[in-house]
Each structure stands twice: as C-alpha cells, then as structure tokens.
C-alpha cells in the first residue's frame, strides 16, 4: 500500500486525480477497517478510520455485488467493456442474453478476482508440487462456493493447486489438515502398488504445504473438508 507499488500507481494513473501518495493513504484506511490488517497493527491517518468504515461495512457484507462493480466501474475509467478486462470470461456467452448472461458475466469475473488473489497470495505456485506454470494452475475453493456465499471471495477460503490436485482435493483423494499437511484418502491410498502413486502423491504425504506469508488458509476451512474426508 505504499505510493512507489506499481499497482497504487497504475490506479493512481487510472483514477486521473489522485496521486499515488492518496490512493497509497485510501488504501491504508481501508485496510485499518480490515480485521486482518488490524492484527498486523495497520492503522491509517487520523479521521480516515470513520470516513471509510460504512463503505467497508457495505463491501464485505455483500462482496459479490460489490467486487463485480469493482471491476466495471474500473473498465470504465479505462474506457473499455468488463469483457475487455477479463477477456477469459467471454469464451463461451456468445449466445447468451439478458439476465442469463448478466449473471453468467457476475460470476465469472468475481471467480477472475478471486484467482487474481490467490495467484498473488501463493506467488504463483502450486502449494503442493511448487509448479509455477499460471496456466496450469487453479485457486481452489476451501469450502465449495457453492456451500457458502460469505466467503466465496475470502482469500483465506483459497489455496493454489496445479490442475492435477486441485482435482484430487475436488474429489476428496487428498486433504489438507489443520497443521497445513497433505493427507492422502482411502481410495488413494488403494492405488500405491501403481507407478503413479509414489511419483505424484505418495512424496507429498504428511508434507508441509507452500504456506503463503499472508491470507493463511482459514482452519475453520480446513476442518469443514476434514470432517468430510476419508482418511
């Protein structure tokens, strides 16, 4: 959050306006409301607290309304579509109209946002194998999006995985405990006679994750797939 990030000045540039030094300091207001960063000890300037804290109190209670119109009012200080900003959305809503497709849209671009995050949040690597390749890497949800609603955009109900095991954790095959360790299911486990096994799996087992230095996966997370897991 500081004026020389290439980010606070690239929306400085965007915003036309403001400087990078305020759109540094607004952004330190806002994070002195986020109960994250209070216990980092972030506090922001003086008046700042109270002039922010409705706008914070409306955003993270609603924040897939709010980060969709994030992102289009920001495609509009850049003068282009939503579309535009988030080409991967688009790849398939060529037929598609009205609210159908305003929802689709929605949708996609918060799950956009969110995979921004968590990329960012894991410095673009795998938590379990380290692959740094972003094409083949997914920000999978700890609890589902679509068992809770709260925290489908919380970027400590994520965690980066390759292709391969984000779709062993969808499946249940492996899980991540409390202590941040990989564990390997039943039916997995079924399969260690097979060359596969040692080779993608069997070398990770009750292995430390790549834990990110911010945005930790949420323990309470964690225990909800745990509990549904056959060890």
């Known amino acids: 959050m500081h004026k020389g990030n290439e980010a606070v000045k690239t929306l400085s540039t965007i915003l036309g306006r403001r400087t990078p030094d305020s759109v540094a300091m607004r952004l330190t207001n806002f994070a002195s409301v986020d109960p994250y960063h209070q216990q980092r000890g972030v506090k922001g300037m003086s008046g700042g607290y109270d002039q922010v804290k409705p706008i914070w109190d409306e955003f993270i209670n609603n924040q897939e309304e709010l980060v969709f119109e994030s992102e289009r009012i920001l495609a509009e200080y850049q003068h282009k579509t939503i579309d535009e900003i988030h080409p991967e959305i688009v790849f398939d809503l060529k037929n598609l109209k009205g609210e159908v497709k305003e929802r689709l849209v929605k949708t996609r671009v918060n799950q956009s946002v969110f995979r921004q995050m968590i990329l960012k949040t894991y410095e673009s690597r795998c938590a379990i194998s380290g692959i740094d390749l972003p094409d083949l890497l997914v920000a999978g949800h700890i ?45 997995l486990k079924a399969e260690t006679n097979k060359e596969f096994f040692q080779r993608f799996f069997g070398d990770f087992q009750h292995k430390l994750i790549r834990v990110p230095r911010t945005y930790q996966p949420r323990k309470e997370f964690l225990e909800y797939r745990l509990e549904r897991f056959e060890h």
């Open 143 to 187: 609890k589902p999006w679509a068992e809770d609603e709260h925290n489908r955009l919380n970027p400590e109900n994520g965690v980066c995985l390759s292709n391969l095991y984000d779709r062993a954790y969808e499946k249940g095959l492996i899980c991540i405990d409390t202590d941040y360790k990989l564990l390997i299911s039943k039916r």
